[in-house]
């Protein structure tokens, strides 16, 4: 078996983790007017050093600063490119699953209004986090961001001015630019590893939100295409060091999900169009479908990771059960480029899934354990 020394890691993880309960009543305080922003970040800092401690005592090979900056994996990024706005609440979606099983009553999803011509603030986005969490270890740091897609899909053409964007393709200039310059000053300071958590390519195997697309006006048969074309631009000319790759995800909040559905319907597009160094696929149950799919995957390239160890619950999967899967996998694509990681975060949103934080450690010492036994 060929040695990683270049990310995704034959163990790895999708990036978001529990919280404290700490952090999040300073996060309560910090909206109630009763800290300031600067107590915050002093609190964040502090707890991102117990939780890089955390992943480096687990043996991984990259570490992120567990999301805890963030409320949300996708909307504090998104809220922070100027021109854009949404009605979303976090606390209402918090408490009603704004990612949940399909069928149940919910709050309508965030959406991103673009209201005038989008550029990143002064100083980028995650570019000082990045500094900061690099700083406390010698590992590798992930920066995890939103796919670009998530400025889209959600919303679709009719939720960008079209004063300012008459052209769609206009728009998509104008965000792969953004991503392009956020990448470069992400590796002038030193960052290796970056992944986007796109919901959007997995939601659109799913025949309930391939609908969805139609109804605002889009082609679910198109959307694969042009999605791998948008994220291609937002990566063109990143540092040769520089891995990226997309993380699939069918909803992750509270312990539920939204999507379900095989990758059969993105799985040639995606794979072979998008030119990423992995993909982190979601496989812990029946709702992401079977393995066929990786048949799609070019040889010897790209990594397959595959999110086998749930994180929606507590119990452990035996060691037996994620080798049979392992192998069941490499049939489709050779089991050189395939690598273990969780299915998704721990914590996608800052109220995480219903499991302990010992259990989100004896999950990635599983992981770790299994990838020694398969890959060595």
């Known amino acids: 078996m060929t040695v990683r020394t270049r990310p995704p890691f034959r163990y790895d993880h999708v990036g978001s983790l529990l919280r404290p309960e700490a952090l999040l009543v300073s996060r309560e305080k910090f909206k109630a007017g009763e800290i300031s922003a600067a107590e915050l970040r002093s609190h964040e800092d502090d707890c991102i050093k117990e939780v890089v401690k955390l992943q480096e005592e687990c043996g991984l090979k990259a570490v992120t600063d567990g999301e805890f900056r963030r409320e949300s994996f996708h909307v504090d990024f998104i809220s922070q490119i100027k021109n854009v706005s949404s009605n979303w609440d976090f606390d209402e979606a918090v408490q009603l699953g704004e990612d949940h099983k399909a069928g149940e009553d919910k709050q309508m999803p965030f959406i991103p209004y673009i209201n005038g011509k989008i550029d990143r603030p002064d100083g980028g986005i995650e570019i000082a986090n990045y500094r900061y969490t690099s700083l406390l270890t010698d590992l590798p740091v992930k920066v995890t961001l939103p796919s670009p897609t998530m400025t889209h899909f959600r919303g679709g053409r009719d939720a960008i001015d079209k004063g300012t964007y008459p052209e769609m393709a206009n728009f998509f200039a104008d965000l792969s630019r953004l991503y392009r310059e956020e990448l470069a000053d992400l590796g002038a300071a ?158 996608s949103n800052a109220v995480g899934n219903l499991v302990s934080v010992d259990d989100q450690r004896a999950k990635f010492d599983l992981i770790r354990e299994v990838a020694e036994e398969v890959w060595g």
Request: glycine share 8%; charged share 30%.
């Open 190 to 347: 030193g960052c290796n590893y970056v992944q986007f958590d796109d919901t959007n390519l997995a939601y659109l195997c799913d025949p309930k939100m391939r609908e969805n697309a139609r109804t605002l006006g889009e082609d679910p048969d198109e959307l694969p295409e042009m999605y791998a074309a948008l994220i291609n631009q937002s990566i063109e000319g990143r540092p040769e060091n520089m891995a990226v790759c997309i993380h699939l995800c069918r909803g992750n909040a509270k312990s539920q999900w939204f999507a379900e559905g095989g990758y059969e319907p993105v799985a040639d597009k995606l794979f072979n169009l998008t030119d990423v160094d992995g993909f982190f696929l979601e496989y812990d149950d029946d709702r992401s479908g079977g393995f066929e799919p990786l048949r799609f995957v070019p040889k010897g390239s790209k990594m397959i990771v595959l999110g086998l160890v749930t994180t929606k619950q507590g119990s452990l999967e035996s060691k037996d059960e994620l080798k049979q899967r392992i192998e069941e996998a490499s049939r489709y694509v050779d089991i050189d480029q395939l690598a273990l990681s969780p299915q998704c975060g721990f914590s």
